[in-house]
C-alpha cells in the first residue's frame, strides 16, 4: 500500500488497488513520507475509507 496521507506517527492513509484505507500501528507513521510503501503485515488495525 503506498501512502497519501500521514495522520500521526501512528496512523496513515494509504491507498490500494482495493482502496483507501487508514493504517494503525504503533510508529507506522514515523519516517514516512508521501508515496512510501507499507506492507499490510505491519498493520495492527485496517479500516476502509469511505468516500461520500
Same mark, same amino acid.
Request: include cysteine; glycine fraction near 10%; proline fraction near 0%.
Given at each position: $500500500? !503506498? *501512502? &497519501?496521507? &500521514?495522520? /500521526?506517527? /501512528?496512523? #496513515?492513509?494509504?491507498?490500494?488497488?482495493? +482502496?483507501?484505507?487508514?493504517? %494503525?500501528?504503533? +510508529? %507506522? +507513521?514515523? +519516517?514516512?513520507? #508521501?508515496?512510501? %510503501? *507499507?506492507?499490510?503485515?505491519? *498493520?495492527?488495525? $485496517?479500516? !476502509?475509507? %469511505?468516500?461520500?
Amino acid at each position: $500500500m !503506498q *501512502v &497519501i496521507l &500521514i495522520l /500521526n506517527h /501512528n496512523a #496513515v492513509v494509504a491507498r490500494s488497488k482495493k +482502496g483507501e484505507w487508514v493504517l %494503525i500501528r504503533r +510508529g %507506522i +507513521g514515523f +519516517g514516512k513520507k #508521501v508515496g512510501d %510503501i *507499507v506492507e499490510s503485515k505491519n *498493520v495492527e488495525c $485496517m479500516y !476502509q475509507k %469511505i468516500s461520500t
